[in-house]
């Protein structure tokens, strides 16, 4: 990714933002395509894992990634909806750090929508015989029947409630905080690096 011209608003950082967010749903060589989400495990510790960015709506203001219904993501959401997402770009020096609540769709509109969109080769990362992290003798097969990975495929929205943007450069850094109320109120400004 080319570097972006530093904004001289808040409201244009939020639109390089929108921008990045939205290309790392339609390019797979972006960094925006695969951000770690954080949630809060069930010991309370934090939990990381790099997802894939599968949709973005900036009006909503809702990312869109796929899980297997049986990982530990899905039982810790279930105790604790708020997640965070995080993308560092090094080609652009552009990091998002998001907030926000999450809603598990499963056996959905959304989920089955998500689940026909996908393509093959995604359906078989859920039609394994064993839940993710769970102990096994030896790495198993990959599986062959893609369709059986729809009974425990789920998608999982997190609508942007804050989100604090950092462009690094030379000649100054530049950073930028977003939060929406819950009536979708935004409020922008800069802060310091």
């Known amino acids: 990714m080319t570097r972006p011209a530093p904004p001289a608003t808040p409201q244009e950082a939020l639109a390089q933002a929108f921008a990045l967010l939205s290309r790392g749903v339609a390019d797979r060589r972006s960094p925006f395509h695969t951000p770690t989400l954080a949630t809060r495990g069930l010991d309370g510790a934090p939990s990381l894992r790099t997802v894939v960015l599968r949709a973005f709506d900036p009006a909503a203001r809702l990312l869109r990634v796929h899980t297997d219904r049986r990982s530990g993501k899905v039982g810790e959401i279930a105790a604790d ?26 056996d959905d509109a959304v989920a089955q929508a998500a689940w026909t969109a996908s393509r093959e080769m995604s359906r078989m990362t859920y039609a394994t015989l064993h839940a993710p992290g769970a102990p096994v003798d030896a790495p198993p097969d990959a599986p062959q029947d893609a369709t059986a990975g729809a009974v425990n495929f789920a998608a999982l929205s997190l609508r942007i409630d804050a989100m604090d943007w950092l462009l690094l450069a030379a000649a100054g850094h530049r950073r930028a905080r977003f939060a929406w109320d819950p009536d979708g109120v935004l409020s922008a400004g800069w802060i310091a690096p």
Request: net charge positive.
């Open 81 to 106: 909806p708020r997640a965070a997402l995080h993308v560092y770009d090094a080609g652009a020096q552009v990091q998002l750090r998001v907030a926000g609540i999450t809603t598990l769709h499963v």
